[in-house]
Nanobody
Framework: VQLVESGGGLVQPGGSLRLSCAAS????????MDWYRQPPGKGRELVAS????????NYADSVKGRFTISRDNAQNTMYLQMNSLKPEDTAVYYC???????WGQGTQVTVSS
């Protein structure tokens, strides 16, 4: 099983990034998925969730209206489109498989001028 995040980087406040999570080694389309993040010096927090089919999504209040979670089951990939980024969005972002407990290695997002 492997979850590989990519797309992180340094961006100015107000900017955008698109994170990807490439999955392999399990039936990706059969599981709900999450994006989590861990800000510097803080615990890991849930950012967004998506159903296995993509039919429903949920977001943390702090990112509603700015972030969009999506998935492409044909490509075994999940995405997080992040717009209007703020310095408080700075964190390591992880993808997670609900029910199986798999985690990726994380990708760093830094929002700073």
């Amino acid at each position: 099983v492997q979850l590989v995040e990519s797309g992180g980087g340094l961006v100015q406040p107000g900017g955008s990034l698109r994170l990807s999570c490439a999955a392999s080694g399990f039936t990706f389309s059969g599981y709900n998925m999450d994006w989590y993040r861990q800000p510097p010096g803080k615990g890991r927090e849930l950012v967004a969730s998506i159903a296995s089919s993509g039919r429903w999504t949920n977001y943390a209040d702090s990112v509603k209206g700015r972030f969009t979670i999506s998935r492409d089951n044909a490509q075994n990939t999940m995405y997080l489109q992040m717009n209007s980024l703020k310095p408080e969005d700075t964190a390591v972002y992880y993808c997670h498989t609900v029910g199986l407990g798999y985690w990726g290695q994380g990708t760093q997002v830094t929002v700073s001028s």
